[in-house]
């Protein structure tokens, strides 16, 4: 988790919605749901592409 938020604090991943993928899945892992949630959908508002999306967005509700 220390390595993905120095990479966060690093801003040069802020527009790539992988940075917030791993850090959600990383956040749900440790129990943080609610951090998670909000990191799915900022992943899911970064994604380009429609179907990830859908799985980001569902990944968001189940948290």
Excluded at 5 to 30: F, K
Excluded at 41 to 53: F, S, V
């Amino acid at each position: 988790m220390q390595l993905v938020d120095e990479i966060a604090a690093a801003g040069t991943l802020e527009r790539s919605h992988l940075l917030y993928a791993v850090r959600a899945g990383l956040l749900a892992r440790l129990g943080h749901r609610e951090q998670a949630r909000a990191d799915y959908l900022k992943a899911a508002e970064l994604c380009g592409n429609e179907a990830e999306r859908a799985v980001l967005n569902a990944k968001a509700a189940e948290q």
